[in-house]
C-alpha cells in the first residue's frame, strides 16, 4: 500500500524544515533506517531517515523548498503501484483548501453544528466569514481534500506545493495583491465567523458533516479543537498565535491570550511573511457543493499570490532591494539574540591583557609539537576562559526567573560565523580538558557545522560562551549574551602597542577582553573578578597546564 | 569513589511514594545522581497501603459476589463462601509485589534506596537515621514527599483495634460483624463497598448532606441507591459527637451535623475514621530550616518550591490535592524543573478521580452544581449503562455518564461517570479536558460496539440532543 511520508520532527522545536538535498532519488528502493534527505532545521541539518520499507514512487518537494512539519515529502509504496489518488490527496490539501476559502461565505446556518446535511450553497460573496483557524495532521488533509472534489487549483503550482501550502481566506484573496506582510491585524480581526458551532441551537438531524467547521492544510498547524472554534468565535488567527501547550500546541488560553492582547508581534508577524509561508487561513462552510471551476480558478491565483516566496510571490516590488526568505538557522538567532537583548539587562566590563607570555608559550607548545600539530591562540583563549570559571564558579550562571542556576559544569560555547548563520558549538566539560583535545574539538566541530553535519545536542547546553572576532582584525567588541547562560567573553585581536613598563615605553602584546553579564545574576565586581583571573591565568600561562 | 563522594547527589527524595519514587525515577533518566531515603517499604502509602491492596481486597469481593450471582450466568458453584485471611494474604502479597517493582525501578534507574528516618539539615544537607545508624548526604536539590496520614477527629483517639484508620481496616485480624465508617469519601465508601460484599453490617457517617460529597449530586445519589440496595446503611448530614468501648465494643453517638436534633446510638464491633488525612510534616526539621506549614501541610509556591533554596515539597504533604496520579504528575514537574528543563504545568483542572466501591465512581472537572457557581452557561448529557448491548450481557448494573460542556463553545467542563469499568473509561474524558476536545470532536470520536464505551458518546451526544439510543 502506497502512503504519502510526511516530514517528521526532527529537533524539538522545529516546526518547518528546508529540504537541502534528496539523497535517494524517485525509484529509488528504502529499507527502514535509510536516509532518504537532510533537511535543514532551526537548528542544525538534519538527517531524515525513514522508517517504512519501499519504493521512493514520487519526490513532492524539490530540493530548497521550505516545508512543514508533517506536509507531504514523498510518496512510498510498491514499485508500480497507482498512486494517483494519493497524488491528488497530497496536493489536494492545497487545492481543496483554496477552494473552501474562496467560496467561504457561510450562512450562519451552514456553521451550526451538525448542519452537515443542509451545507451553504456557495452565494459567491467571497468577502464574508472569513475565518482564521486551521486544522491540523492527516485527517483534516483527507477533509480539505474531500472539501475540494473539483481538480487541483490550476496554476497553484500545486505539484510542488505539496505541503499543502496554504490558500488565503475570502477575505484576504481580495487583498492579495499587497505583500503578505503589510496586512494589517485589524482588517484580520474585523471579520468574524458569523456564528459559532456550538451556539447554535438548530437541532441537528444527524452528526455528519460537523467537523468541517474548519477545513484545513495538514500537519501545519497544532491547535486544540477548542482553541479553534475558540478562534473562529473569537475572530483569532491561529497562525499569530504562539502555542503554550505540550509541543507548542496551541490551547484555549493562547487564543484567549491573543484576543485580549491585541495585535500580534510584528516580528513574527514579518517573520512569517517574510519565508513566504504564510499559509493562509484554512477555513468555514461546507464547501463541496458550489461549483468547483469558478472558485478553482479564483482561489488558484490567490493561492500563488500570496504563498510563494521570492519572486513569484511579490511580483509587484520594485528591484531597489531583495527579499531574501529566513532559513530556519536565521529565524532562530533573529529570536533568540532579539529575545537576549531585550529581556537580559547586559553590561560589560573590557580589559587588555598582556599577550606576550602567552605567545611565547605557543610557540614553546608548538615547538615542541613539531609536525603532530599546532596550537592556536584561540586554543588557549578557551582553555583559560573555562580554567577561570573555576575559579569564578559564579560566572557560570544563568538566571531563571526565580531562581539563578549556578552550573556544575563548564560547558563552553564557541560562536563560529558559518554562511548559513552564527552557531555556537558546545566544548563539554572543557575546563576538564587538555589544551590540545579542545583545539581538536573545536575544529571537528567547525568543520562539521560548515558541512552541515552538526548535530542539534553539539550546539546545545552552553553555560558560557566565547566569541572571537581577532581574526578579523577586530579590536574589541561586545557580545550579546547567548541565552540563557548569564555571561559572553567577547575577544579581539592581538594588537602591537606601545606600553609603559617600568619607566620606559616598549612595544607591547595585547587583547581586549569584553565580558557581557546578565546583571540579574552577576555583577560588576563578580564580572571583574572574572576578567582578572582571566588575565593572571593568560599572563602566566603555564596555569593552563594546570 | 570517596566517602563523601558516596553520600553526595544532585537530588534526594524523601519518602519513596508516587510521588517521591516518581521524582526519582524522572530525575536520574534526565541525568541527575539520585537518593530516595524510605522509612518504611517502597512505595509509600498507595502501593503498600492505599490504592493497590484496597484494590486487591475490593477485587476479591467483587469475585465473591459474581461467584454468588453464578446460576445467572448458567454457571454452577455450589456451596459458596470465603475466607477473610486468605483475602487480606493475598492483598499484602500484591502490596510486597509491586514495592519489588519499584526498587527493581530504582536499581535499573541507578538511584540509591537508603532505608531510614530523614531530617533536613543545614544547606544542602539531610540526616539520615536508619539500621545502619546514622548518615549524612549532600544534595543539590531536596524534594519532600512524605506523604501523609489518616487524621482523627478532635476528641477520638485512633486505638488501632477498635478505633481504626484505613491501615488497620485492610488488616483485619477477622472479618468484623459490623463498622461503622466515619466519613463517606473515597476511603469510606470502598471499605463499605468491601465489607458488605462480606455481609459486615455497615452504617456510614457523612457530615455533609451526602455521599461521595465531592462528585456530583446526581452520581451521589445514584449511589445511595445502590448501597441502600446492597442494605448499607448511611447517615448523611450527621456527625459523630463521641466514640466509647463499652464491653469490647465500639458506642457511636451520632447526631445531625447541623446540632440540636435527635441522637443516634450505633454499636459496632469497630468504626473506621475515614475523614481525610493530614500531612507527614513531624521530624522533618522544617523548623529548623525555616518551612511553612499551614494545617498540617507545607506550603509551596507554584513551581513547588517551599521558600528555603533548592528544597521542594509535591504530593500528599502538599495536600493539592491527595490522589496519587497528581503526587505523581507534580514529581515529574519538579524533577524536570531541576533537571534545568521548562516542564508544563501540572493540570490541576483536569485530574481524573476514582473511588473503587461497587458500582464504580470516576469524575474529572467541575461537577454541575460548581459549574453553575462558577456562571458557565452549561449544557448537560446524562446516558445510563442500563440500555447498552454490553452491559446487558455482562448482567444489569447500575449507573450513567453525565457529560457537562460550556454552551457557549463546546469545552468539556466535566465528566462524572458512575458504573462498570468507569475507573478505566475515565481516561478519554480525561484527555478530552486536558487537550481541549470540543464536544464537537468528541462526538465525532467513533466509539466500539458493543463497549460501556458508548454510554459516554451518548451521554456527550444527549447534551445537544443527539443520542440516538435514548
Redesign the interface.
Known sequence: MAQIIGLPKLSPTMEEGVLVKWVKKEGDRVSPGDLVAEVETDKANMDFNLEDEGVLLKLLVKEGDTVKLGAPVAILGDEGEDISALLKEAQGGGGGTAKGKAEAKPEPKAEARAGGKAPAKAEGKPAEGKVSAKAEGKSSAGKASAGGKAEPAEGADADEDADADAAPASEESAEADKPPARRSAPARRSATAPSAPARDDSRPKNGGGRARVVAGKPGRLLASPLAKSLAIELGVDLRQVKGSGPGGRIVERDVRGAAEGGAPEDEHDEAEAEAGSSGQDADAAAPEEAEPEARGQESGRTALAVVRPGPVALPDLSDEFEDRPLSPTRRTIAQRLTQAKRDMPHFRVTGAIDAGPLMDFRLRLNQLLGDRGKVSVNDLLLKGAALALRRVPECNAAFMGETIRYYSRVHLGVAVALEQGLLTPVIRNADLKGIGVIGAEVRDLVDRAKRRQIKAHEIQGATFTVSNLGMFGVDQFDAILNPPAACILAIGRIQKLPVVEGERIAIGERINLTLSCDHRAVDGALGARYLDELRDILERPESLAL | MSEAGADSFDLVVIGSGPGGYVAAIRAAQLGLTVACVERESLGGICLNWGCIPTKALLRSAEVLDLTRRAREFGVVAENVSYDFGAMVERSRGVATKISRGVAFLFKKNKITHIAGTARLGGAGLVHVDGEGGARTLRA?SIILATGARARSLPGIELDGERVIAYREAMTLPRRPESMIIVGAGAIGVEFASFYRSLDTQVTLVEFLPRLVPNEDVDVSTELARAFRKRGITFHVGAKLSRADIVDGKVKAIVEPAKGGGALTEIVADVLLMAVGITGNVENLGLEQVGIATRRGFIQV?E?F?TGV?DVYAIGDVVGRQALAHVASAEGVYVAELIA?HDP?PVPYDSVPACTYCHPEIASVGLTEEKAREAGIEIKVGKFPFGPLGKTIAAGEYPGFAKFI???????LVGAHLIGPAVTDLIASPTLAKT???????F??TIHAHPTFAEALKEAA?DA???AIHI
Open positions: 543539590k509556591d513551581q518550591g533554596k534545568g508544563h460542556w460550556d454552551a457557549a463553545n463546546g469545552a487537550t481541549e476536545v470540543n464536544a464537537e470532536s462526538i465525532h451526544e445537544y440532543g443527539q
